[in-house]
């Protein structure tokens, strides 16, 4: 198999994930936003249930990874909320392939080499480097230590579920079957969240976010089953590095349609970032 494949499918991965979280972040109400991108990730690819073996003998991974997932999407959404794009973006995928390699080498006995670990720090510093804050008042500056610790909480939520979904999907029949079965279920978490939060008033605060939130599922589709392939190819944290590069285009949406900063320390981060990803890829 060809080594290319996997990094099509990891910076295909980043991509899409930066645009589903954009709009997501565009949406204005993130909770609710994030609750219709996942119904409708769900009905996306609710049609390949009727195609896909159904997962005997891993039903209980499969409800580990759904509940893993809730957790992370609750902090993602609490980052979110309380912070800019482009200040949590990187944090929330920053911390995560580092994490991840350490939890892969206990979890699933996966090592990487001296070059390819020297060039994952590279690219994990990197990307935190994108989420130095810049708010210049107390109250903007706790607002921010704020949304980094739910940014660090989603880092950690990404690692766990990457360790647990590569496990999974590894012992499933075929990796479709896992994400399939995942997202059927992934989504009546933050649903239930969103109906208690806005009860009263959902249909008038999801009208306004249909839009972004389906633009979001089918992107949040498209970008998870890629990372799933991927998984079930190489090794899991070169995986989420590659997909952790998401920062750099979540940054530049940010930057370009949200009127968010972006600066010579992004530009300078994002050349040490792919300088950091290309160690990896050349000595995995």
């Not at 997909?243 to 040490?272: C, D, M, P």
């Amino acid at each position: 198999m060809s080594a290319s494949i996997p990094l099509f499918l990891g910076v295909f991965s980043a991509i899409t994930v930066a645009l589903a979280n954009f709009c997501v972040k565009r949406g204005g109400d993130v909770l609710t936003t994030r609750m219709v991108m996942s119904i409708c990730v769900a009905l996306t690819l609710a049609p390949f249930a009727f195609f896909t073996p159904l997962p005997h003998g891993l039903w209980g991974g499969v409800i580990i990874a759904v509940v893993v997932h809730w957790f992370y999407q609750f902090a993602m959404i609490k980052a979110l909320h309380r912070g800019a794009l482009s200040l949590v973006f990187p944090v929330m995928r920053g911390g995560a392939p580092l994490l991840t390699a350490a939890l892969a080498y206990v979890a699933l006995n996966e090592s990487l080499s001296p070059w390819s670990i020297a060039g994952l720090v590279i690219a994990s510093i990197s990307i935190i480097v994108f989420a130095i804050p810049t708010a210049q008042t107390a109250s903007a500056k706790l607002l921010d230590a704020q949304a980094l610790v739910w940014a660090l909480l989603t880092s950690a939520g990404i690692a766990a579920y990457s360790v647990v979904d590569a496990h999974v999907a590894r012992q499933a029949p075929n990796a479709m079957t896992f994400v399939v079965w995942l997202f059927l279920f992934d989504w009546i978490g933050v649903t239930v969240v969103a109906c208690i939060a806005r009860r009263g008033r959902l249909w008038r605060s999801v009208r306004p976010q249909l839009k972004n939130g389906a633009i979001a599922g089918v992107l949040g589709a498209f970008s998870y089953g890629a990372a799933i392939f991927a998984f079930t190819m190489t090794d899991t944290a070169i995986v989420t590095a590659l997909r952790e590069t998401s920062v750099v285009f979540a940054a530049l949406l940010g930057w370009a349609f949200l009127k968010e900063g972006f600066g010579r320390r992004r530009i300078a981060a994002a050349v040490s970032l792919a300088a950091g990803l290309t160690l990896i890829q050349i000595y995995q």
